[in-house]
């Protein structure tokens, strides 16, 4: 018996979905592919398939212009995703993303002024290199008591550097 | 700019900020300098600057709405907030044509060109809105039944639709941000319950983000 009720619901509940999905009218082929994905399952309902196939007139000229349309809402997506994330609360697996990032750069910053120091390279070029690693670690060092929007910016200007000043050194080895 | 072009951002910048009732083709024609008559040239008149700002309104947000039923926004999990911030996009979108939703009933009862737009935009939101849902759903983002489902997708475009109404006659006018930003945290508050403790991290972080807002705007 309640496998006869339990019918019923479903019967009631595929109405009123097709109710539902009719309403949407004749937006022709995003609807229905929007249709494909969400009934992939089940057998499309009829009267949908009749209004889609009215609204397949507006097919053409839709499908050039929704590319277009794509690329702007992914550029529009982009742009709120960095505002949002410039408004968002620190969260404490992003701070603990930020501490990691800075423990290998300071390991590479070591890693690169002991290279350095062993292959005691020529006076200038090292002064200058030195200089450049020093900067990184002051960020690092920075970043890592007080972290902050700013200071974030300043771990990639000095991650930039480092790397940088990676080619540098193995050419000289070279 | 074309005087044509120029006439109708003027338009639309004077009806949202001064409502379309309260403006004349006259304020128009004085707010750019011109005169009566070379608006006349390029409109009949507000009937049908109304109408073309629609059309505008209608082809921008059809595009915008057609993203996500198309193809999902968020191709895995790990891109799940772009269905999000997909909301901002939006409402901002509709933030530029606001005076439409300021004065609905009458502008829809005036125009009947313009009604049948309005509801042809309305059943793509919800469809937009619900292959979203669905989406999230295949992700197991969300736990819902189908039934379940409708009804979010429904309740999202009733908010989002009159969500402007709504916060100006509580509000008055507050700054755009704080508007939209809070139209987005009502979207989520309704797909939150259906929501796993991953993701609730970022109706969270929303919820600060709200806070910190209203505190700057005193």
Redesign the interface.
Known sequence: MSDEKSKVTDKA?EI??NI?LA?????GK??E??QG??EKAMEPPKLFRDLVKAGAALEED?RE??LA??H???E??NR??EN?HN???A?IEDLMALHKKVDQLNRKVDQLSKALTEQGVGKTSRSKTHKTAKKSVVAATAVRTRVSKKQTKAVIVARKKTSSGKPATSKRKA | MKTRDRILHTSLALFNEEGEPDTTTIDIANELDISPGNLYYHFKGKDQIITELFQQYEQAMSHTLRAPIERPLSPDRGSVEDNWYYLYVVMEEMYQYRFLYHNLDNLLQRYPDIKRGFKRLIQLKRTALYAICQTLLQQEVIDAKDQQLLGLADNMTLNLTFWFSYDTLLHDNRSPQVTIHQGVLQLLTMVAPYLGDDELSFYHSCETIYVNMLADTG
Do not use: D, H, N
């Open positions: 509940s009123a979905k539902w309403g949407v009218g004749a937006y995003a609807v592919e929007a994905r969400l839709a212009s929704t349309a794509r702007t809402v992914e529009r997506i709120v995703r949002f408004q968002r609360p969260r």
